[in-house]
């Protein structure tokens, strides 16, 4: 079930000089609404092209493991409890040291205010230090120090205060529980960095401005904006002042065209990476404590992410346990959605929504008739997807079963065309009443879901080539108290045999009061599962996207059904 709760991490180089019984944490690599429309940001992705993200806005950054990191004697006891392990005494050298990163009110004459100023690291990470030594972390600050080499994925020694021991076990325990192998980092911008300090200072105001960059020797055909002093756009003069310098360069990308986008703060930097099959944002707050926030709202942040995602698990540290992302939308090819409070860190781990893993469904100004004919001129025309693999993702040897989709103002319409060999039909069938245990025999399955923030909460429905049906609730968090078959939807069926072509037709006619609280307006989307059960001694068990367990009853792997 997906779920939206808790977690963090990322990186740098130098000299450091403190005899320190150091401690790795995990091990070296592991194995991997009222928002406004937001747009996105940075990319840069890996040699797999994903259908989720745009031909020119990708380049592979090298990917190594997740990178460890050291504590100081000071945190033994950490060792101990086996959150980490000491690296080889004398291990110094090829460590630079770095700030504590945080955050400062900084007066602003302009505004007639203060606002606050992030001290990170990042800028200094994706130059190129990937070892770091935060030899100097007042009481307060260790916790943000690991996340931050988590999230940029760097190796780093912490000398943590001995007051934040606790509270760093903690961090170190949250940052675990959410480890995976690293994805390549994304990116719209590539900048040609010069080594100078007047660079430095750009690319720390494009860390904290989430316009995601990487360092790159010279313009890249795969990255549709290069940031190098001295050409037309960006004339040395222009770096002089940071701020506006990160201006030209978020004018140059195009709101619309950014990988990531935050909405609700100024204290936040957000690094995306993805291989376009998956992704991982992480979320990197430099507010002290948690987020509070004003009124009975208690979403923190709006993201917008550039490509269609569905969220696969969401981690955030000091998040209550029933934390979760809400507000999924999928606005053209872009995916919002609200994060909750958090304190320190979040992670974030997405599936892209490939065109395969979507049904569209158009609109019908007039009610079908449940004919099961897919020749009639409602359905000829009908956009389709077929179910030709079993459970595990293995090819069904014969003619695919295919379903496609329409719907009103009141319903929405599944047809499918199931071939088969020969039929398993139960004896003395009704069309009157549901019939318990339908799965037993040959039938067409839809399982529908309008709840992202509970996707184990869905409707069933099926149909027999007899015109049997079932109707179910299904909450597979809580199978006790769902409704299963007491459940009512007031939908209809109809099931048609073609004896000769050996082909069966199933229709369903679903009232969209039985499957969402919401009208329906093109641009929703729905998740779900379409499945089909076939033979009589040996079943065949069609999946237009397999589950990879032994029941269909994964929504997980659900795909979309887009109404347009």
């Known amino acids: 079930m997906t779920r939206v709760k808790g977690g963090p991490r990322d990186r740098r180089t130098a000299l450091l000089s403190v005899a320190c019984a150091a401690a790795v944490i995990y091990g070296a690599t592991s194995a991997s609404s009222q928002g406004p429309a937001l747009s996105e940001q940075g990319r840069a992705v890996s040699a797999v092209e994903g259908p989720a993200l745009s031909e020119q806005s990708r380049a592979v950054s090298a990917v190594e493991g997740r990178k460890r990191i050291y504590l100081t004697a000071v945190a033994s006891s950490l060792i101990e409890q086996g959150l980490a392990a000491p690296a080889p005494t004398g291990v110094a050298e090829g460590f630079k040291e770095v700030p504590t990163p945080g955050v400062r009110v900084v007066p602003t004459v302009a505004r007639s205010t203060d606002v606050p100023w992030i001290d990170s690291n990042g800028w200094r990470f994706q130059r190129g230090l990937d070892k770091a030594n935060y030899a100097k972390l007042p009481a307060g600050s260790a916790p943000l120090a690991a996340a931050e080499a988590f999230t940029f994925n760097v190796e780093a020694v912490l000398n943590p205060d001995p007051g934040d021991v606790e509270d760093l076990g903690r961090m170190l325990r949250f940052l675990k529980d959410n480890d995976q192998p690293p994805l390549p980092a994304l990116a719209d911008v590539g900048v040609v960095d010069d080594g100078s300090a007047v660079m430095g200072e750009v690319l720390n105001m494009l860390t904290r401005r989430n316009l995601l960059y990487r360092v790159v020797s010279a313009p890249e055909r795969t990255l549709p904006v290069t940031v190098q002093l001295g050409t037309p756009d960006f004339p040395p003069a222009a770096a002089r002042n940071p701020v506006e310098f990160a201006a030209r360069v978020r004018a140059k990308v195009g709101d619309d065209n950014r990988l990531v986008r935050l909405y609700g703060t100024s204290t936040v930097i957000a690094r995306l990476t993805g291989d376009g099959k998956r992704a991982r944002l992480y979320l990197l707050s430099f507010e002290r404590g948690r987020r509070q926030q004003q009124g009975p709202n208690p979403q923190a942040i709006r993201v917008r992410l550039r490509g269609r995602y569905t969220p696969a698990k969401f981690a955030a540290y000091a998040a209550p346990p029933d934390a979760a992302l809400t507000d999924l939308r999928h606005v053209g090819n872009t995916t919002e959605f609200w994060v909750p409070s958090f304190s320190t860190s979040a992670v974030i781990d997405l599936d892209a929504i490939g065109a395969a893993a979507v049904l569209e469904s158009p609109f019908s100004p007039a009610e079908l008739e449940l004919d099961a004919d897919p020749t009639t001129a409602p359905w000829r025309e009908a956009p389709r997807v077929v179910a030709n693999r079993n459970k595990s993702g293995e090819p069904i040897p014969g003619p695919p079963t295919e379903i496609r989709s329409r719907w009103t103002k009141q319903n929405l319409y599944l047809l499918y065309t199931c071939p088969y060999d020969e039929l398993n ?140």
């Open 425 to 564: 039909l139960k004896p003395d069938p009704t069309a009157a009443v549901e019939t318990p245990r339908l799965w037993n025999w040959d039938v067409a399955e839809a399982f529908i879901g309008s709840d992202y923030e509970h996707i184990g909460r869905y409707k069933e429905f099926q149909v027999s080539p007899q015109s049997e049906w079932v109707d179910l609730d299904i909450d597979r968090a809580n199978p006790k108290t769902q409704a299963g078959m007491k459940w009512n939807s007031g939908y209809a069926v109809k099931g048609r045999i073609d004896a000769g072509a050996k082909v069966w037709y199933g229709m369903m006619r679903i009232p969209f009061s039985a499957i969402d609280t919401r009208p329906p307006e093109p641009g929703r989307e729905l998740r779900i599962g379409l499945f089909r059960i076939a033979g009589v001694t040996t079943k065949t068990h069609y999946s237009w996207q397999p589950t990879n367990g032994v029941t269909f009853h994964v929504p997980e792997a659900f795909g979309v059904l887009r109404l347009r």
